[in-house]
């Protein structure tokens, strides 16, 4: 058979493509045009769906619950919604080094031993090194077999003959396919070869793991356009610096995209964390300046948080507003109440704020203590952040308004040991029973949130 070879430009980006070479793509960025060849006896893509498919009364087509899989691991089953879903296709991303490979090996070998054959498609490392991570990380299972090969082509004819209960592709961008020259990685060979796989995921109903990684700046080709043809796509982050590691979902077509789940990594792999709230309050410091306690509420968990604040004087007529962890539009917002609530001026200040631990909390459960913080810092006043904790959102006129879940983050503040809870007082009113060692603070205003803190 002989193929015309047509040439095509495609923008790594967002995967556009145009017969000619341009400057900026119409996603807007610049540069991002590479040159890519297309075989030109490339099958008409209606042929590749099963003539046999034919529409269907809804009525017809059976439902039910989707059968899932146990991954061995509690925070990635959590994840995904409770299990993997069988034929569901997802991607892992995460920074070189992060633990990408770590994790989805434990969980083959968690599922190879439950669930029959499992096949890891390394295309990266080769088997012995593979083999090396498994001994050292106890992710050994008779029925998981690697498999070190990067075309499209072979691997699926393995995945045929294995029949593996759960698929790897370690990663995403080393596969290719021989229909197109352009190399592998670019947007071309990561579209063609992720839908071929995932096409054999549905139609055997074999849930597949994709890995992918991304730079620093979150660039590469490939994860952009692929997050739109999974089912599910997962982040692997944290402080590589730090032995955190954070697997949050930005798309799960089985689930919801707010659990949380936190591992550390280990010499012999990651060890998942089942109280989070215990690992982000360990490194607390007692008795510090601008360091403020707080509750926010991940997925179906509370999460006990600790905020910092810092302000300095600041350049003149230059104040820096930066921080970690919160959007910088909602600092702004508390700063600006803050100012015009209890005249305290900020106008001459940097001030920084920090979440600690590399979380992103959800909600506005945090303003208050984020405000707190800052006014702290501003006048020096120490707080027992590991006897205090404080919750609640601040509205514009510097009341507090009430935050959900407060009576399950009040809970967790007394299970680990919190003496005080301050709370909005529309929250307060609502809470049944007491607790034993714990008390509320009750508060309506920012301004009594501060005369509270400055009597504590
Ligand atoms: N002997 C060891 N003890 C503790 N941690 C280790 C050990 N060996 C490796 N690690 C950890 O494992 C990490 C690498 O894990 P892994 O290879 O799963 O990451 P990855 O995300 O797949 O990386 P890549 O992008 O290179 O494929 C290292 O950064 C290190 O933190
Ligand atoms: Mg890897
Ligand atoms: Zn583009």
Redesign the pocket.
């Known amino acids: 058979m002989s193929k015309k070879q047509k040439t095509i430009f495609v923008c790594q980006e967002c995967g556009y493509e145009s017969p000619k070479w341009a400057g900026q793509c119409i996603c807007g960025q610049w540069n991002t045009f590479a040159e890519e060849k297309v075989s030109g006896s490339e099958p008409n893509k209606l042929a590749v769906y099963d003539s046999r498919t034919k529409p269907m009364p809804i009525h017809e087509i059976k439902s039910g619950i989707h059968s899932r899989l146990d991954t061995g691991i509690n925070e990635l089953n959590r994840v995904l919604g409770g299990g993997l879903v069988k034929g569901s296709v997802t991607l892992i991303s995460?920074?070189?080094?992060?633990?990408?490979?770590?994790?989805i090996l434990q969980a083959a070998a968690a599922i190879a031993e439950k669930n029959g054959k499992v096949l890891y498609v390394t295309g990266?490392e080769s088997e012995e090194q593979i083999k090396i991570?498994a001994d050292?990380i106890h992710a050994i299972s008779d029925e998981l077999f690697l498999l070190s090969e990067t075309n499209i082509d072979r691997i699926l004819h393995f995945v045929r003959e294995i029949e593996p209960a759960f698929l790897i592709i370690?990663?995403i961008q080393t596969l290719f396919s021989e229909n197109l020259t352009s190399a592998p990685g670019t947007v071309s060979q990561v579209r063609d070869c992720a839908n071929e796989m995932v096409r054999e995921a549905k139609t055997k109903n074999i849930p597949v793991f994709f890995?992918a990684?991304v730079t620093k700046s979150g660039e590469l080709a490939g994860p952009r356009i692929l997050e739109h043809m999974v089912d599910t796509v997962l982040n692997?982050g944290g402080e590589?610096s730090q032995e955190f590691r954070i697997l949050r979902s930005h798309k799960n077509r089985y689930g919801t995209t707010s659990e949380i789940g936190v591992f550390e990594?280990?010499?012999n792999g990651l060890v998942e964390f089942d109280n989070l709230s215990k690992s982000f309050m360990d490194g607390l410091e007692k008795e510090a300046e601008g360091a403020i306690v707080t509750c926010s509420y991940e997925g179906t968990r509370p999460l006990l948080l600790e905020v910092q604040a810092l302000a300095v004087p600041a350049n003149i007529g230059f104040a820096r507003r930066a921080s970690i962890g919160i959007d910088n539009g909602r600092l702004n917002m508390i700063i600006a109440v803050l100012e015009k609530k209890t005249g305290l001026s900020l106008i001459n200040n940097d001030i920084y704020v920090n979440i600690v631990g590399g979380i992103k909390p959800e909600g506005t459960s945090t303003d208050l203590a984020v405000a707190l913080a800052i006014y702290s810092s501003c006048k020096g006043i120490k707080v027992a952040s590991d006897r205090v904790a404080v919750i609640g959102e601040i509205g514009l006129t510097g009341e507090l308004r009430p935050i959900p879940n407060a009576e399950k983050m009040l809970k967790e503040a007394s299970k680990m040991g919190f003496e005080r809870v301050m709370m909005p007082e529309k929250n307060s009113k609502k809470i049944s029973g007491k607790l034993q060692n714990t008390k509320i603070i009750a508060v309506d205003t920012i301004n009594e949130a501060i005369k509270a803190l400055e009597r504590m």
């Open positions: 995460g920074e070189p080094g992060i633990g990408k490979s770590t994790l990266e991570r050292r370690d990663s890995i990684h692997f590589r990594m280990k010499e």
